[in-house]
């Protein structure tokens, strides 16, 4: 069975940094690629960061500069590495995977999502 389960989020103050992990398990994330996505109270699920099975990857401009995604193929984890957070960051974030070499930004790109972990940046 295909599962995505994210970890690693809380409340933090602006200006600090968390790193989320994203745990795949019943399938070899060497084949897949994988997103970050998050959606905010209001507002829709935005795409924000992805990487495919050769490490290239793409970062919404919303996060540029600040975060960084990676992999580690033999734990089959995703990180996402989020650096000098911001309020407008809170929310609650997905990793979400497709097996394939291309990744997107887009939701429609995935098949499998986790469940979620919540972000709040406030001081």
């Known amino acids: 069975q295909v599962q995505l389960v994210e970890s690693g989020g809380g409340l933090v103050q602006p200006g600090a940094s968390l790193r989320l992990s994203c745990a795949a398990s019943g399938f070899r994330l060497n084949y897949y690629a994988i997103g970050w996505f998050r959606r905010a109270p209001g507002k829709e699920r935005e795409g924000i960061s992805c990487?495919?099975?050769?490490?290239?990857?793409l970062h919404a401009n919303s996060v540029k500069g600040r975060f960084t995604i990676s992999r580690d193929n033999a734990e089959n984890m995703v990180y996402l590495q989020m650096n000098s957070l911001k309020p407008e960051d809170t929310a609650v974030y997905y990793c979400?995977?497709?097996?394939?070499?291309?990744?997107?930004?887009?939701?429609?790109?995935?098949?499998?999502w986790g469940q979620g972990t919540q972000v709040t940046v406030s001081s």
């Open positions: 979400a995977g497709t097996p394939g070499a291309g990744c997107s930004l887009s939701d429609k790109w995935y098949h499998y």
């Open positions: 990487i495919n099975n050769i490490n290239g990857n």
